[in-house]
């Protein structure tokens, strides 16, 4: 009989520590049973580029604080010790904002460089492209325009040129079959 009052008021606190009906991360209830502080990192990943900084060194609770005040993020702890916080954000980093290219790369993917193609400062690749489909169906032009870069200043753009381009990708398959 001693046990089952214990198990409710156990039952109890963890019901108030959740206030969502989904049951909480289990790298934060690892983290809770300790009293160890931590630094904090948070990645912002945006539609077009990633940032990164340290929000501090911080206890157990205020990192719990801070998941409960952004339920959005997601976290996770790292092999170090350190806890990693990723907020996704549908926008363009400062980065992608002030200096993003969408061009072609020396292999043939579509890229998103920082700055035009020619300085090759590679942000992310996209996928392969079919670049003979390409020179054969669309303008002239617009294979100059990608060569050069095509540049990029909000996520409608992105999406549009990302959008446009992805009809001239590579299957996988394909790839596969040029590779033997």
Known sequence: MAKEPIAQETLGKLMEATTSSEPPQEWLESLLKTDQARI???NKIYTCGE?????GKMKP???ALIIKEHPDWEGRLGAGGDVWLDERINGLSDTCSKDGYMGI???GNLTLFEGPPKKEKVLKTFFQLDVETMESVLPED???????GIRIQ???EYNSVLSTFSDFALEQSEKVMQQN
């Not at 940032?51 to 929000?55: A, F, G, T, W």
């Not at 617009?142 to 050069?148: D, S």
């Open 40 to 42: 904090v990192h948070l």
């Open 61 to 63: 609770k205020e990192i």
């Open 154 to 156: 909000d996520v409608d």
């Open 105 to 107: 790369d020396e292999n």
């Open 51 to 55: 940032e990164s900084e340290v929000l």
């Open 142 to 148: 617009v294979l100059r325009q990608l060569q050069e």
